[in-house]
């Protein structure tokens, strides 16, 4: 069984060329092209809001996470007046 291949790359692009401009002229398929990728965007965006809210949330319990550690072992003293030090 012989297969036969068509590399002729020319003709694909010319037609893929003519189909996009006749979806061009085609008010009803631009106006749901538009709709779909509005909704694409908008959920890209949504997206986007969550991941960063979600970072920040995160970077703040960290932040919070740190200073109860610099706090737990910040060493308790206090300075009294010509004494010194006082632990």
Do not use: W
């Not at 003709?11 to 092209?33: G, Y």
Request: with cysteine; proline share 1%.
């Amino acid at each position: 069984m012989r297969v036969e291949m068509n590399l002729d790359v020319q003709h694909c692009h010319d037609d893929m060329d003519s189909r996009i401009a006749e979806f061009k002229q085609d008010s009803d398929k631009m106006n749901e092209l538009n709709l779909f990728l509005d909704n694409v965007l908008d959920e890209a965006q949504k997206s986007a809001e969550i991941k960063i809210q979600c970072k920040m949330m995160t970077l703040k319990q960290l932040t919070n996470s740190m200073d109860m550690m610099r706090q737990a072992c910040a060493p308790k003293f206090k300075v009294e007046e010509g004494n010194g030090f006082v632990y």
